[in-house]
Each structure stands twice: as structure tokens, then as C-alpha cells.
């Protein structure tokens, strides 16, 4: 069993940066992947980024590249996610999740049916 808890959403204005952490508990030394994604009212959730626990792979949705910046303390057993730029179009329910299971192929890390645990969630929403 792992166990994750976000933190660090609220309100900013559209432009600003919000930073997320997620701390992982459990069976923390079988992490092979935490990815972040989120859900906006009304619609599908979708995948924000990945990163591979043991190695420097990141992975990010087209929507964030190059205002998203996932970053992974393995010692504290947490993974951030540095968002820069924010635009209203980002405000949802940012979700944790993590894998046990190796990911052979880079989509694995977008398809959240790969995740065995999800964190509860924590709301963002930016101001236009």
C-alpha cells in the first residue's frame, strides 16, 4: 500500500505560479512512477505529468509543456509539481497518483489506469 497526500492548491491570478507536493508513505521503495493529473467540473480527468521514480524521465501533457515542472525528492519520498504561467483553462482538482508497476512504454505514464493509488486531491483554480 502506498498513501499519498497533496497540498500547496489555492487561488491565483491568471499569470502567477502555484507549487503542489505530494508526499508518499507506504510502500515507498516499490515506487516506479508518480504522475500528476487533473479534472475540471464537467469533464474527463486528464494527464498534467510523470516522472519516473528512480531516473530523471519526465513526461508532460502538450497543454503545460514548458510552464509544468515536475521535481522528485526521493529521500523525502515527495514529487512537486512547479506550475508557472498559470492560465484559468488550468484550474481543476489536481490529483497524485502512483505506480508500482514498470512502465515499458513512455504512454504508460499518461493512461492513469496504470496508477495503482491516487492521492485525494487538491483544488486549483486561477483568476482571469
Known amino acids: 500500500q502506498v498513501q499519498l497526500v497533496e497540498s500547496g492548491g489555492g487561488l491565483v491570478q491568471a499569470g502567477g505560479s502555484l507549487r503542489l507536493s505530494c508526499a508518499a508513505s507506504g510502500r515507498t521503495f516499490s515506487l516506479y512512477a508518480m504522475g500528476w493529473f487533473r479534472q475540471a467540473p464537467g469533464k474527463e480527468r486528464e494527464f498534467v505529468g510523470a516522472i519516473r521514480w528512480s531516473g530523471f524521465n519526465t513526461y508532460y501533457a502538450d497543454s503545460v509543456k514548458g510552464r509544468f515542472t515536475i521535481y522528485r525528492d526521493t529521500a523525502k519520498n515527495t514529487v512537486s509539481l512547479q506550475m508557472n504561467n498559470l492560465e484559468p483553462e488550468d484550474t481543476a482538482v489536481y490529483y497524485c497518483?502512483?505506480?508500482?508497476?514498470?512502465?515499458?512504454?513512455?504512454?504508460?505514464?499518461?493512461?492513469?489506469?496504470?496508477?495503482?493509488?491516487w492521492g485525494q486531491g487538491t483544488q486549483v483554480t486561477v483568476s482571469s
Open positions: 497518483a502512483a505506480s508500482l508497476n514498470t512502465f515499458y512504454f513512455a504512454n504508460y505514464y499518461s493512461d492513469g489506469s496504470r496508477y495503482d493509488y
